[in-house]
């Protein structure tokens, strides 16, 4: 399961400061791609080899003291359910608040782990302050930090992922590919989840006090075994406007994080449009294996070449992003919907596809020498030889004498020639350059 850690606190804390310290190390190129509209507040961080995403909470809903008992107290409680660590930031430039105290009653009552984060302790004076936060009875520790200049971040985190679950434990569940849908609204998902399932999943259970979590429904479907990592039951728990982008942003980010494949669904009478994009690229940067999923295809007038023109022209658009499987499918008329099943078997055959290292080298070593990284600042670069390393997604290592020398576009270079002779299909290919 996906470590999910949220950012929770009254206004001007310093939680997107924070947010933006812990994140920064891992924004992608991805991320300056056109057509990509930023997510400030959603974003991967790596701490000590563990990997997590954080949110922002506090870009969701812009609150101030009186719309506490609305919007804000709704959003803590959302952020509760469908995170896996809470981050409390209070301030010590303002010491200990009655805003503050209102959020800790209810993360109190939370099972989840909380941290309290006593920010802008830069000084020896507000470093005391942060004792003040005892008082809130939340945590082991306060944790006196700096989202500015980092300083206590690194304490605070290693606290937060001793929290996390060991990613050791066994799962009766390997082997079987979990897929999340995922889409702009309309694109048609409750309606294809429905398809797959054969359930009427818009029927929800609604037993006052009960929230369900996240499930994974196990199907059997065409002879394939896959795991929806569905998160459509959970009623709908937003009230408030405003918190039920930030509901359903949570629950898309969920799924996605749980997933191995993500099923991205869009219209086929609206073509490609830049929040597709930035779905497409959200899953790429958490190297999600990826099955485009043209839906609506009953609504398009077409001749025998649409479909290729249509493929061409999206996958040109998504470059580097281009590697994914499409499928022209109709939910409505049943069109190719096992298709798509089958598209995501293929992709998480690929995920687990492993090259041999004597394979790997008899066929990329050639192809360096042909054509060798670029002489930087003088210096010659090296590549010894080449393997895949195991991880969930296609990941390889150069070894070279200076790493450091190598250039993105050779990268992009070796990605390319790694995509042409192995395929890896609908997955991102990462390469790495090191010594030894
Ligand atoms: P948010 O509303 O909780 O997201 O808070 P912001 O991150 O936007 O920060 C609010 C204000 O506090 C800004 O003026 C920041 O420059 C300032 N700030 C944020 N973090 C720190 C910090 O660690 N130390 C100090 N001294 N100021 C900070
Ligand atoms: P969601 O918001 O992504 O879950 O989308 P829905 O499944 O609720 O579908 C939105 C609308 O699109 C509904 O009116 C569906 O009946 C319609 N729809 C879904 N799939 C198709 C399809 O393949 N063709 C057509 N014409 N309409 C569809």
Same mark, same amino acid.
């Given at each position: 399961m996906a470590n999910i850690v949220a950012i929770v606190g009254r206004p001007n804390v310093g939680k997107s400061t924070l947010f933006n310290r812990l994140i920064?190390?891992?924004?992608?190129?991805?991320?300056n791609m056109p057509g990509?509209?930023? %997510?400030?507040?959603?974003?991967?961080?790596?701490?000590?080899e563990k990997y997590f995403t954080v949110i922002d909470t506090g870009g969701y809903v812009v609150g101030s003291e009186d719309t506490f008992e609305g919007a804000i107290r709704e959003q803590v409680e959302i952020a509760i359910d469908e995170s896996s660590v809470v981050l409390f930031v209070v301030d010590t430039m303002t010491g200990l608040t009655d805003l503050d105290k209102e959020f800790a009653n209810i993360l109190r009552r939370s099972k989840k782990p909380v941290f309290v984060a006593a920010n802008k302790a830069e000084t020896f004076e507000r470093h005391q302050t942060a004792a003040e936060f005892y008082e809130l009875g939340l945590g082991d520790e306060v944790f006196p930090i700096s989202g500015a200049d980092g300083?206590?971040?690194g304490e605070l985190?290693?606290?937060?992922?001793?929290?996390?679950? $060991?990613?050791?434990?066994? #799962?009766? #569940?390997? &082997?079987?590919?979990?897929?999340?849908?995922?889409?702009? *609204?309309?694109?048609?998902?409750?309606? /294809?989840? #429905?398809?797959? @399932? &054969?359930?009427?999943?818009?029927?929800v259970t609604n037993i006052a006090g009960t929230t369900r979590d996240?499930? %994974?429904?196990?199907?059997?479907?065409? &002879?394939?075994? =896959?795991?929806? @990592? %569905? @998160?459509?039951?959970?009623?709908?728990?937003a009230k408030v406007h405003d918190n039920i982008e930030f509901y359903s942003t949570l629950r898309s980010i969920k799924a996605l994080e749980n997933s191995d494949i993500c099923v991205v669904l869009l219209d086929a009478s609206q073509g490609l449009e830049s929040q597709d994009v930035s779905i497409i690229a959200h899953a790429h940067n958490a190297k999600k294996g990826i099955v485009l999923m043209i839906n609506k295809w009953d609504l398009v007038e077409k001749d025998s070449k649409t479909a290729d023109k249509m493929?061409?022209?999206?996958?040109?658009?998504?470059?580097?992003?281009?590697?994914?499987?499409?499928? =022209?499918?109709?939910?409505?008329?049943?069109?190719?919907? /096992?298709?798509?099943?089958?598209?995501?078997?293929?992709?998480?055959? #690929?995920?687990t596809k492993k090259i041999t290292t004597s394979k790997l080298n008899e066929t990329m070593l050639p192809i360096i020498e042909n054509t060798p990284p670029p002489m930087l600042k003088g210096k010659q670069i090296k590549i010894k030889y080449c393997v895949q390393v195991p991880t969930p997604? *296609? @990941?390889?290592?150069?070894?070279?004498?200076? *790493?450091?020398?190598?250039? $993105?576009?050779?990268?992009? /270079?070796?990605?390319?020639?790694?995509?042409?002779? /192995?395929g890896f299909e609908g997955l991102p290919i990462t390469v790495f350059f090191r010594t030894k």
């Open positions: 920064e190390s891992r924004v992608a190129i991805t991320d990509v509209t930023r %997510d400030r507040h959603y974003g991967h961080a790596v701490w000590t300083s206590g971040t985190l290693d606290a937060i992922v001793a929290k996390f679950p $060991d990613s050791g434990e066994e #799962n009766p #569940n390997e &082997g079987i590919p979990r897929i999340a849908i995922l889409g702009r *609204p309309n694109v048609g998902k409750s309606s /294809f989840l #429905n398809a797959l @399932t &054969g359930k009427d999943r818009s029927i996240a499930i %994974d429904t196990h199907y059997r479907l065409y &002879g394939k075994d =896959f795991i929806l @990592t %569905d @998160t459509a039951g959970i009623r709908k728990k493929k061409k022209e999206i996958l040109e658009r998504l470059a580097p992003m281009n590697y994914m499987p499409v499928v =022209f499918a109709s939910v409505l008329e049943k069109q190719r919907i /096992f298709q798509v099943i089958e598209k995501v078997m293929e992709v998480y055959e #690929n995920k997604s *296609p @990941t390889f290592i150069f070894f070279c004498n200076l *790493p450091q020398y190598v250039q $993105d576009s050779y990268a992009r /270079f070796l990605q390319n020639k790694l995509r042409e002779n /192995f």
